[in-house]
């Protein structure tokens, strides 16, 4: 299963008095999954754009922010078969060029989980 999501907007209006805005945003989520091993791989790709700027030529906002990153999983054999290990993170980027500011940050979490007494029925 694959997600995937581009959208492009651009608004403007008298060039003399407003200005235009554009955002740009790609979203991009596949998922892959082998039933036999068990294992489930989700990459994340996400950049969004946005900018306004006045007729004058200012810009009152110029950003890109991208997110990188994605899930692992794993559901464990045998009587261990109703718990799953997995780990999901990401890496986040900000840049604001009208105020200079970039910031970055990372997540990374770790999960088990396990369902007791659950009995499979086919």
């Known amino acids: 299963m694959t997600h995937t999501q581009v959208n492009v907007s651009w608004v403007a209006a008298d060039p003399v008095t407003i200005g235009d805005t554009r955002n740009i945003s790609v979203y991009v989520e596949p998922a892959m999954v082998w039933k036999r091993p068990g294992l489930q791989i989700s990459p994340l790709v996400s950049v969004v754009q946005a ?71 086919f």
């Open 51 to 121: 900018q306004s700027q006045l007729a004058s030529g200012t810009f009152t906002s110029n950003t890109l922010s991208g997110q990188y990153g994605g899930r692992l999983a794993w559901t464990l054999p045998g009587w261990l078969k109703t718990s799953t290990l997995s780990a999901q993170g990401s890496y986040n980027q900000n840049h604001d060029n009208v105020n200079r500011i970039d910031t970055a940050s990372t997540q990374l979490v770790a999960i088990w989980t396990f369902a007791w007494g659950h009995k499979k029925t």
